[in-house]
């Protein structure tokens, strides 16, 4: 029977059987452990049932990918949840995360949400950083737990899908599952309170049933992106998804100083946004200083 592993605390694994439409614990079988096979939240497992409410995990499929933090397999969609105030949405960040999901080969949905806080004279602003992300590809959903603005399209993108939200601590991502999921029952809180605080201590990763078919996943906002300690300069240029279009003359063309640069020349024809090609100088630098630190 197949199975579908829901939650993964320690030593602890539940999981989802469609077949009976209930959750059993699992238990690892000897060869599983012995070969190292590591078992994931958004795993589809083999199971055998040993008891009313165990049963042996016999194998493990084939991952379509593999999220790490937190882990999680097999994800459809990250929805990337920046917040437009408190804390103020910062295009770095957001570039530091979609680098991340063109990493993982996921496909990402920005959320702009807290828009019940952009003030008047912010909306064309607000409306300028939307189309920008929109004209490389990405959709881009604007949102307000506190009018309920884009809460319906949210429902559509989640619809069906295995989705993890993330995003800077604060910007509201467990108010948005509290706001679609019922019985989501996440913990929120003000952004002041939060920061600070040792709050990554519980490592339990879960999927939560969305009424509307699919998983969901919240994760614990971070204070930073820490993109330099896994990307290195080589790969930067490969996660800027616009910049593929263009064929430099160097194949490993940084577009910083070489000769024969087009994305530097799509950058002079306002083809490729200034902001992301900013961004990318400044990932570039923090990496760089990353990796001499580490030659050392
Ligand atoms: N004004 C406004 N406040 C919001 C909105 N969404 C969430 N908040 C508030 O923002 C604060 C943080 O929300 P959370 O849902 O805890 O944020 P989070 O992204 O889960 O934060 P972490 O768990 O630390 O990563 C809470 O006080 C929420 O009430 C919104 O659309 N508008
Ligand atoms: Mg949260
Ligand atoms: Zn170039």
């Not at 319906?152 to 467990?174: D, H, T, Y």
């Amino acid at each position: 029977m197949r199975g579908l592993v829901v939650a993964r605390s320690g030593a602890r694994i539940e999981i989802w059987l469609p077949e009976q439409r209930r959750i059993a614990l699992g238990i690892p079988r000897g060869k599983l452990q012995k070969h190292g096979e590591r078992i994931y939240a958004g795993d589809w497992v083999d199971v055998r049932i040993i008891s009313p409410n165990e049963v042996a995990i016999e194998g493990v499929e084939e991952r379509a990918n593999l999220l790490t933090q937190p882990p999680v397999a097999n994800v459809d969609k990250m929805l990337l949840v920046m917040s437009w105030h408190e804390p103020d949405f910062s295009n770095l960040v957001l570039d530091g995360l979609l680098a991340q999901a063109e990493f993982l080969n996921l496909a990402a949905t920005i959320v702009i949400n807290k828009v019940d806080l952009a003030l008047k004279r912010e909306l064309p602003r607000l409306e300028r950083w939307g189309k920008l992300y929109e004209s490389l590809g990405y959709p881009v959903l604007k949102a307000s737990i506190k009018t309920g603005d884009g809460l319906s399209q949210l429902r559509e993108v989640m619809r069906g899908n295995l989705v993890v939200l993330a995003g800077p601590s604060g910007s509201g991502k467990s108010s948005i599952l509290n706001a679609l999921i019922p019985g989501a029952k996440l913990r929120t809180g003000e952004v002041s309170e939060k920061l600070g605080r040792g709050r990554h201590s519980t490592t339990e990763v879960r999927l939560l049933p969305n009424p509307n078919g699919g998983w969901v996943v919240d994760t614990p906002g971070f204070q930073r992106v820490d993109l330099p300690s896994w990307v290195n300069t080589d790969t930067l240029p490969k996660l800027y998804r616009e910049f593929t279009n263009y064929q430099c003359e160097f194949n490993n063309c940084t577009h910083t100083v070489e000769p024969g640069c087009a994305v530097k020349e799509a950058l002079k024809h306002g083809e490729i946004p200034k902001e992301r090609y900013q961004t990318y100088l400044f990932w570039r630098d923090a990496i760089r200083r990353v990796e001499r630190e580490r030659k050392k």
